[in-house]
DNA sequence: ACCTGAACACCGTTCAAGT
DNA sequence: ACCTGAACACCGTTCAAGT
């Protein structure tokens, strides 16, 4: 007679994010997802492969807290558009950081292959071929945006940059938004790609 | 009558750097230090304080590798000597973390409050003076580049960019430069700072 | 099918003891 | 001053057993 289920992997994913968020990442054992759970901890390992499983399940969902409400690329929004939702992107990032400043580190030392991971670097190529930016250069510089953009997320919410004011973080975000945009301007195509009738160059507005 | 005595600070940072080189970072134990070093584990609390303390120290370690045999900033090196600078310091950043790949990562989750770590920001924070940077936006500038030249190095290192052949890196490489040479442009004072005859802007050497 | 109990080989860290 | 031995409370993970 099969047992009714008490537990299932998102249950185990949440509860682990938890205990990251309050105790910090050394304080994430199995024993403690377990115990939260009212389980033993032999339970889990019918639901996660691992321990390095669970922090792989971690960083999808992370991924997914980023994308959620993510409005779909508008092709018809504008010149600018690329540039708003790219910043509110960074925006969500950030905030996702000062939700679980411990577990966001795990987001730059754990590969990203799952599949939230591959919906936000979609997600980025979107953007940065709507603002214009060569095909060959497209992948390459997702990397290094989403490196720059979660980097920063990550150092302003965790002990990095800690000694620093909130207001001297704000101030930084609004630098990182001229820096980005200066950065990929090298990389765009001089006439517009996205709106024909665009003539003035994009991107100005966040740079000044 | 006083022992000899058998190990040292450095001995014991150099041996947890070597097995986090071969083992990765989950392999790095206290045991397993003392082990390479015909130690009890307990004999390791003489010299570090704890295991934080012993992977603050390998981050102490890897920047002074970054910043080993960088020349000092030189005045009179011509409009463009910040930039070869700075290239040449991130290609040092690549370099330490092709060597230590897993300890690399340490880099971006631990605060850095060491000495070493304030060196390489005063390096910085030199390289972007010379660029014209203005005094309020260098540390804030700095914050920004070195996030994103250390995360590009990480990622490069660790497993996050794995699935790229060894070719594709070499051209992150150069994109990296001209997207922060870029990047920094809007926060470069009109006339230069450094090179009183200099007429013409510099860093666009890089940026094509 | 899903969870438990007991067991194994490890962890970081303490304290008192040896030289 | 420096290292050791024994001990404590934890780890991740296995296997066979229960329902």
């Known amino acids: 007679m099969p ?3 008490t537990i299932d992997r998102t249950a185990i994913l949440q509860a682990a994010l938890d205990i ?12 403690a997802v377990a115990t939260r759970l009212a389980v033993t901890p032999m339970a889990l390992y019918r639901h996660v492969a691992n321990k390095a499983d669970l922090l792989d399940g971690i960083v999808e969902l992370l991924m997914a807290e980023i994308m959620a409400d993510a409005p779909a690329p508008d092709p018809d929004g504008g010149r ?5 939702a790219l910043i509110r992107t960074a925006g969500r990032a950030r905030a996702v950081a000062s939700r679980h400043p411990a577990a966001f580190t795990l987001l730059l030392s754990r ?8 919906e936000v670097r979609a997600h980025i190529h979107g953007l940065l071929r ?15 945006v989403t490196t720059t953009v979660l980097g920063m997320a990550a150092g302003q919410a ?7 004011a909130p207001g001297v973080l704000d101030e930084d975000v609004r630098a ?3 820096f980005v945009t200066a950065g990929i301007e090298p990389f765009r ?17 966040a740079s000044r």
């Open 176 to 178: 990182l938004a001229r």
């Open 80 to 84: 600018d558009a690329w540039l708003d």
């Open 20 to 31: 990251a968020d309050t105790g910090g990442v050394p304080a994430l054992s199995m024993q």
């Open 189 to 205: 195509s001089s006439e517009e790609r996205v709106s024909p009738a665009g003539v003035s160059r994009a991107g100005r507005r």
């Open 111 to 118: 590969p990203a292959a799952t599949t939230a991971a591959r």
């Open 158 to 164: 965790s002990d990095r940059f800690a000694h620093h």
């Open 130 to 144: 709507q603002a214009g930016v060569g095909g060959e250069h497209v992948e390459r510089l997702e990397r290094i």
């Open 3 to 5: 047992r009714p289920k």
